[in-house]
């Protein structure tokens, strides 16, 4: 047992001492160069399988614990006092950053919709896999249905849906009325969840009209009560509306945010303005849910913004069979509103090859909003190191052997 103890302590401190390279021709002293493989970063969300469940905010045994709570107060018949926005008010110092989180939408639209002519964007046709920058990685991750033996990618040009995925949400007239059925799954405007969440906290556009409350309501035993008229004779809900139809509006909202480009033709002055935006919108967005509840499939990733999910039997998910097709709902992430999808992050001082499946375990990873501005010169935010991995240096080939 002692000589096998002492060849480990001697291995280990092999590791942990540098090696002295005396070089045969001078008297330079060279240290040898360590590359590390041990990752400390815990902010890269496992990939769950088709069976797990999204983690919940909240932990289940807390949300049975404030269920029986409200079950105990439903029981006594008295008045349950609600703040805003539960008992149908906005939320006043939330409406101007609102409209920041609407303008930065806009203007991170009109950033990525630029430099997409400007930068390569790579997705697998296959497993949706998505790469910026050219040329597109040999990292053999393609494990689904139909993709070859040698697991490669098949990869075909991106666009802007690929680094920024649209999420839709029904647009909800009253935030604290009854539900979407199933029923009027057609009826219903289903618009990007980052415009309903601004909506419904006090931003105002004609095109979707929202019920803007003067009295609060009141909670009894359980029960709301709403002694507002439903339509005031002040309020003309046919004004400043479109009658063209749906298609049109969305139609129109989409020329509307790609309307607002940069002027200027300098890339990197576009990638900053862009950065900034992504991280004003992604900054307000999780202000916003704070106070304004969203809701997410635990399955899916369908998102409904309001104090409760709708009843649309569309989820096909994991034993969606036992659901009939309900949605098993639960409290959001800004991630759930605003899904970032992870890229191999390129360094700079890397050349311009093709990352290579023998040394995928030295590769950083980003957001590909924001791989695609720092490709184009913008500064990366500091809560992006520990993904990045800047500290690791990646080795050539020959070299790998010798990692520890």
């Given at each position: 047992?002692?000589?096998?103890?002492?060849?480990?302590?001697?291995?280990?401190?092999?590791?942990?001492?540098?090696?002295h390279v005396?070089?045969?021709?001078?008297?330079?002293?060279?240290?040898c160069?360590?590359?590390?493989?041990?990752?400390?970063?815990?902010?890269?969300?496992?990939?769950?399988?088709?069976?797990?469940?999204?983690?919940?905010?909240?932990?289940?045994?807390?949300?049975?614990?404030?269920?029986?709570?409200?079950?105990?107060?439903?029981?006594?018949?008295?008045?349950?006092?609600?703040?805003?926005?539960?008992?149908?008010?906005?939320?006043e110092?939330?409406?101007?950053?609102?409209?920041?989180?609407?303008?930065?939408?806009?203007?991170?639209?009109?950033?990525?919709?630029?430099?997409?002519?400007?930068?390569?964007?790579?997705?697998?046709?296959?497993?949706?896999?998505?790469?910026?920058?050219?040329?597109?990685?040999?990292?053999?991750?393609?494990?689904?249905?139909?993709?070859?033996?040698?697991?490669?990618?098949?990869?075909?040009?991106?666009?802007?849906?690929?680094?920024?995925?649209?999420?839709?949400?029904f647009?909800?007239?009253?935030?604290?009325?009854?539900?979407?059925?199933?029923?009027?799954m057609?009826?219903?405007?289903?618009?990007?969840a980052i415009?309903?969440?601004?909506?419904?906290?006090?931003?105002?556009?004609?095109?979707?009209?929202?019920?803007?409350?003067?009295?609060p309501?009141?909670?009894?035993?359980?029960?709301?009560?709403?002694?507002?008229?439903?339509?005031?004779?002040?309020?003309?809900?046919?004004?400043?509306?479109?009658?063209?139809?749906?298609?049109?509006?969305?139609?129109?909202l989409?020329?509307?945010?790609?309307?607002?480009?940069?002027?200027?033709d300098?890339?990197?002055?576009?990638?900053?303005?862009?950065?900034?935006?992504?991280?004003?919108?992604h900054?307000?967005?999780?202000?916003?849910?704070?106070?304004?509840?969203?809701?997410?499939?635990g399955?899916?990733?369908?998102?409904?913004?309001?104090?409760?999910?709708?009843?649309?039997?569309?989820?096909?998910?994991?034993?969606?069979?036992?659901?009939?097709?309900?949605?098993?709902?639960?409290?959001?992430?800004?991630?759930?509103?605003?899904?970032?999808?992870?890229?191999?992050?390129?360094?700079?001082?890397?050349?311009?090859k093709?990352?290579?499946?023998?040394?995928?375990?030295?590769?950083?990873?980003?957001?590909?909003?924001?791989?695609?501005?720092?490709?184009?010169?913008?500064?990366?935010?500091?809560?992006?190191?520990?993904?990045?991995?800047?500290?690791?240096?990646?080795?050539?080939?020959?070299?790998?052997?010798?990692?520890?």
């Amino acid at each position: 047992m002692l000589p096998r103890h002492v060849q480990t302590i001697g291995n280990l401190l092999e590791r942990v001492i540098p090696v002295h390279v005396v070089q045969l021709r001078g008297k330079n002293t060279v240290f040898c160069l360590w590359y590390s493989t041990v990752s400390t970063c815990n902010e890269l969300p496992r990939k769950l399988n088709k069976s797990e469940r999204k983690p919940p905010v909240t932990s289940f045994n807390e949300l049975k614990r404030e269920a029986r709570q409200k079950k105990k107060e439903r029981q006594k018949v008295h008045e349950i006092i609600l703040q805003p926005p539960e008992n149908g008010l906005l939320v006043e110092h939330l409406i101007p950053i609102a409209h920041e989180v609407y303008a930065a939408r806009r203007e991170l639209l009109s950033s990525v919709s630029r430099l997409v002519n400007y930068s390569a964007i790579y997705t697998c046709s296959l497993c949706g896999e998505v790469h910026v920058g050219h040329p597109p990685h040999k990292i053999r991750t393609c494990d689904v249905r139909g993709s070859p033996s040698s697991k490669e990618h098949s990869w075909v040009k991106g666009g802007v849906e690929h680094v920024l995925p649209l999420v839709e949400s029904f647009h909800l007239y009253d935030r604290i009325g009854r539900a979407v059925s199933h029923n009027e799954m057609l009826e219903v405007d289903r618009i990007p969840a980052i415009v309903e969440l601004c909506i419904q906290a006090g931003f105002d556009m004609p095109e979707y009209p929202t019920r803007r409350r003067s009295f609060p309501v009141y909670c009894v035993a359980g029960r709301i009560i709403d002694f507002e008229k439903r339509f005031p004779k002040e309020i003309s809900l046919g004004k400043d509306i479109d009658v063209r139809g749906f298609w049109y509006k969305k139609k129109r909202l989409d020329e509307d945010t790609n309307s607002m480009a940069v002027q200027s033709d300098n890339i990197q002055a576009i990638s900053v303005q862009g950065m900034k935006a992504w991280e004003k919108m992604h900054a307000g967005a999780s202000e916003l849910m704070e106070k304004y509840a969203v809701q997410t499939c635990g399955y899916c990733p369908e998102v409904q913004v309001g104090p409760k999910g709708h009843r649309v039997r569309n989820c096909q998910a994991f034993k969606h069979q036992m659901r009939d097709g309900q949605h098993a709902w639960q409290e959001a992430t800004i991630n759930d509103l605003a899904p970032p999808v992870y890229v191999y992050h390129i360094q700079d001082q890397q050349p311009r090859k093709p990352l290579v499946n023998e040394l995928k375990r030295y590769y950083g990873m980003l957001p590909a909003v924001v791989e695609l501005f720092a490709q184009a010169g913008a500064p990366v935010e500091k809560n992006y190191a520990c993904m990045m991995r800047e500290d690791v240096v990646i080795p050539e080939m020959d070299e790998e052997k010798w990692v520890v």
